[in-house]
């Protein structure tokens, strides 16, 4: 859930709980966690669920990602390393079969290793960059 304030983010957490509970869902507590992209923040949120304070944290693991409040290196280079895998890995079967065309390599390149490479990238942080003058 991403939101622009504390109390929006509360509220919200709310209403996914309500929901939850509406449809018989339960959500882990202990895997439930909050992160701010606002690194000028003066304090960490205090989100509650079911009235249990959530953990705040600046990095977590979700979908085979890494999402970091500031930094996307982590992710970046674990993403690096797994299409590098995947391209390795066509590598009898694809590259070095003479029986495809270039077009269906390539094609087979773009489906496996920039799939690869790219998912998740939507959830990395923006940044800001300013233009000098």
Do not use: H
Not at 2 to 14: C, I, K, S, W
Request: proline share 2%; aromatic share 6%.
């Amino acid at each position: 859930m991403v939101t622009n304030t504390e109390n929006d983010l509360q509220a919200l957490t709310d209403r996914f709980s309500a929901a939850c509970n509406r449809f018989g869902l339960v959500i882990s507590q202990p895997k439930a966690e909050v992160m701010q992209q606002d690194n000028q923040a003066e304090r960490l949120a205090d989100i509650r669920q079911n009235n249990e304070l959530l953990k705040n944290t600046n990095t977590f693991r979700c979908l085979s990602c890494i999402i970091s409040s500031s930094r996307v290196d982590a992710d970046i280079n674990a993403r690096i390393a797994k299409a590098s895998s995947a391209f390795g890995s066509l590598r009898d079967n694809v590259w070095d079969n003479s029986k495809l065309t270039l077009c269906t390599k390539i094609s087979v390149n773009i489906a496996v290793v920039f799939s690869t490479l790219y998912y998740g990238t939507e959830a990395w942080p923006r940044k800001e960059t300013r233009k000098e003058s």
